[in-house]
């Protein structure tokens, strides 16, 4: 398999307040929630860089896209990792999300392997590290 990711969905219970938290909390662009003309379609596409997008899928539109049972919320299954070029960016990602309505897990602090990092979880629990890693510079 060639590494050709290129959307990272995540279920959400409830479509809007999440599209509202991503998009009027967090800054992220998206074009809002379309598919609704479909039953189990409504879904929101936010770009995150070029390539990437993160989609938000109702859980139940998941399982039943999956043709599987849909399971409860487990925040230690995953984490999306937000990596930026400073402490003071690791900061402002935190309170950005803080005022947006997360919930922050872990405050933002020096980390044993010398970057700074904090913690938080969206309205539907996935866990976000904000981090600042020295020796991964975004662009």
């Known amino acids: 398999m060639k590494p050709r990711i290129s959307v990272i969905t995540i279920g ?3 479509l809007e307040a999440s599209v509202a938290f991503y998009r009027d909390g967090m800054g992220l662009p998206t074009e809002g ?3 609704r003309e479909f039953e189990h379609g409504a879904v929101a596409f936010f770009e995150l860089q ?11 539109d998941i399982a039943h896209d999956a043709g599987i ?3 409860g919320r487990s925040p230690t299954e995953f984490t999306l ?6 402490r003071e ?17 872990k ?3 020096p980390t ?14 996935h866990l976000w590290e904000a981090v600042h890693n020295p020796a991964w510079m975004p662009e």
């Open 50 to 60: 070029a390539g990437l997008r993160l989609a938000l899928f109702a859980r139940a």
């Open 89 to 105: 960016e690791v900061d402002a990602v935190m309170a950005r999300a803080a005022a947006a309505g997360a919930h922050v897990v």
């Open 33 to 35: 929630i379309i598919g």
């Open 12 to 14: 959400v219970d409830d």
């Open 69 to 71: 049972e849909r399971s």
């Open 107 to 109: 405050p933002a602090q």
């Open 112 to 125: 044993f392997w010398g970057g700074y990092a904090g913690y938080f979880q969206d309205p539907d629990g």
């Open 81 to 86: 990792g937000h990596n930026v070029a400073s």
